[in-house]
């Protein structure tokens, strides 16, 4: 298995523009965790899905940020629109049998 | 409310010498514990788990980690540090009904030569 793949690996985004970033699981594979890893907060849970289907999104900001899963195999998150304080490494793990497996991440900057 | 505390952000051991990273948790209920690491770059990879079996338990890479309830405590250790081991490392715990995992802030690692 190639594991859990994200893209783009790096994304440079101007203020105001929309960023969609991508997650494939590793197939079998019922949750699928986003994560935003930064200097000053660390690494935070933004939201899991179940079976495709939200179970937790208290940590992440509704007013810009959406998280979708459309089918097993496919996540997104979009953030709409960008600020630079969103400027982060963005992760996204799938788990099976209580071990989470994380992808390589995605590092965003917001000009 | 679960939360994690790694003393020390950063920890700088000679190549050979026991390494030790802290980590205590809270937590109302009995707890999952977990340490992953971090390459430069790269994404997590976990080290070791605690899921209520033996209280000392043997990860990867030589490392080990013991649960002491009393101590309310879940320390990384191996023996003889590599100049491969330097790299960040995260404690993390999260419940028995959820799958959230709650991060420390991390102990970066440094091996000297």
């Known amino acids: 298995d190639a594991g859990v793949i994200q893209s783009p690996r790096h994304e440079v985004t101007e203020m105001g523009q929309e960023v969609t970033l991508r997650c494939k699981p590793i197939?079998?594979?019922?949750?699928l965790f986003w994560y935003r890893q930064t200097m000053m907060q660390g690494l935070e849970l933004l939201v899991y899905?179940?079976?495709?289907?939200?179970?937790?999104d208290s940590g992440m900001p509704k007013d810009r940020f959406s998280a979708k899963m459309p089918n097993a195999s496919f996540s997104t998150l979009k953030i709409q629109p960008s600020e630079p304080r969103d400027s982060a490494v963005y992760f996204c793990?799938?788990?099976?049998?209580?071990?989470?497996?994380f992808g390589p991440g995605t590092r965003l900057t917001v000009l | 409310a679960q939360s994690v505390t790694q003393l020390g952000s950063h920890v700088s051991v000679s190549e050979g010498a026991l390494v030790l990273l802290r980590c205590n948790y809270s937590?109302?209920?009995?707890?999952?514990l977990f340490w992953y690491v971090q390459y430069p770059n790269q994404g997590l990879q976990l080290l070791l788990k605690?899921?209520?079996?033996?209280?000392l338990v043997k990860g990867i890479n030589g490392f080990e980690a013991e649960f002491k309830k009393s101590e309310t405590s879940f320390h990384l250790t191996k023996p003889s540090a590599h100049m491969s081991d330097a790299a960040e490392y995260f404690c993390?715990?999260?419940?028995?009904?959820?799958?959230?995992?709650?991060f420390g802030s991390g102990t970066r690692l440094l091996v000297r030569p």
């Open positions: 793990a799938s788990r099976s049998s209580r071990e989470q497996f």
């Open positions: 197939s079998g594979h019922d949750y």
């Open positions: 899905f179940n079976n495709k289907a939200v179970m937790d």
């Open positions: 937590s109302s209920v009995p707890p999952y």
């Open positions: 605690y899921t209520s079996a033996a209280t």
């Open positions: 993390a715990v999260s419940d028995r009904s959820s799958y959230k995992l709650i």
